[in-house]
């Protein structure tokens, strides 16, 4: 099973920035400081391109402590 410190939800279903089409998963997903990179490559078109989410490493820590 997969032990990654996801940013609260894994995005699937992106649509190609080309063309349209949904695209089930990255195909590769980097983890940085503060931020995740994720690799889409479209099946239907081969387009590929890259979504980063950021996210909020402070915030997430008050969360912990507080919980
Ligand atoms: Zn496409």
């Given at each position: 099973m997969a032990q990654?410190?996801?940013p609260g939800?894994?995005?699937?279903?992106?649509p190609c920035a080309q063309?349209?089409?949904p695209i089930a998963a990255?195909?590769?997903i980097?983890?940085?400081?503060?931020?995740w990179s994720y690799l889409w490559t479209c099946r239907a078109c081969g387009y590929r391109f890259e979504a980063?989410?950021?996210y909020d490493e402070a915030k997430r820590e008050q969360k912990?402590?507080?919980a």
């Open positions: 990654m410190d996801e939800y894994l995005p699937h279903g992106n063309c349209g089409k990255p195909d590769w980097e983890r940085s400081p503060g931020r980063i989410a950021f912990a402590m507080a």
